[in-house]
């Protein structure tokens, strides 16, 4: 495989971690051996998943994983970031698992960090009812009781923005509800749960904390006041309703007030919720053009978006596509890095990207290749323009189920076949392992 020539990664600060990512429910398979999530029965719904898949096998990763951890010893990542299911350590001998795979992970020398949620909710469980918090903390001590004295970074929560947004505003992820802003109390309750995590995870030892959320710039359509309005409304959403919180210890203004337990029990639980992070994780994608309602459901990016949300997503033109149709704006998490900077000073913790990467067919993949050093190159500028950036994980190690999508979008540095199971480094895996060599 031709493997595009390019120059040397940037030179990054010392302890600077480069990694992978997976999640559980996208990787694991072996449904069967664990007890059932929401997305297990989300994706029994005909119609739910675009291909009709469901991720009863995806990779098998659950029965593959030494050979999983053979790929990742071989690429020379520092740290590989996967999910423990919460369903699989509530069934018998789930957590002998991820004793396992933490065990391989050290053996071949890549630092296990987990992340005990990324979606996949047992399906006895809501996040609309508060207790789920308590019950997510009981769960992570248990966790870090079996893992912790291997594992030294934890991440609590995946997006809790995307999951609160595609998962119950929007209905197109598990467990499928479309309650627009009546959705918000799921936020509130998974950001309790993070609160509560991290003082579980503190007590038991643990010392190295981090959350992985979803952010990207927002763009507004134009300068007009109702684009700029609707524009600041959904930065609100996507990004400060989940950072200040975190970072400030408040709800940006207008949105406490429709949170459950307003107003008393909303300050109480903003200190929990704002306990201090060891460090912020990142996980980015893409810039959001954003204007002024049209009075008209959006179709976007795989979403139908109702006519009555006070803003509509654009297309952001003039820039390539990856094969999900995502734009590639590697000069947005510079942006993005230096905004945060900027809004949260001295209360934003050293900064980890925990997710970039992009949906590319083919394992001659030169696109990807191109994506992976141009957002290298954008942290990097900001880190050199103050940002303390720590660490670079690509999503993902494979390819695997890409929720709502099926097995249609292909993420992965690795190529898998989902007839045979065959793993095939792309083009990209190669680079990337060629880079991280050179750095010596
Ligand atoms: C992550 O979510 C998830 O953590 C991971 O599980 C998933 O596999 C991975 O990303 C890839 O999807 O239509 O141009 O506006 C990413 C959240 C939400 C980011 C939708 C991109 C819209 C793209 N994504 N967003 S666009």
Redesign the pocket.
Known sequence: IARMATNPLPQFPPGFLWGVST?AH?IEGAVEERDPSVWDAFTAEPGRVKDGSTAAVACDHYHRYPEDVALLADLGVDAYRFSVSWPRVNSPGGLDFYDRLVDALCAAGVRPVPTLF?WDLPLELDWLNRDTAERFAEYAAVVVGRLGDRARKWITL??PA?HTLLGHALGAHAPGRRLLFDALPVAHHQLLAHGLAVRALRAAGAGDIGIAN?HGPTWAASRRAEDVEAADFYDLLLNRLFADPLLLGRYPDGVGELMPGHPEGVEADLKVIAEPLDWYGI?Y??P?RVGAPQGTEIE???LTLPAELPFS?RELEGYPVTDF???VVPEALTELLLDFHRRYGDRLPPVVIT?N?CSYEGIDDQERITFLDGHVRALHRASEQGVDVRGYFV??LLDNF??AEGYARR?GLVHVDYDTQKRTPKASYLWLRDALRARG
């Open positions: 999640s996208q990324h995946n997006e995307e979803s996980n994608y893409q959001t976007f990016g795989g997503v149709g995502w734009p997710e990467g999503w993902s890409e929720w993420f």
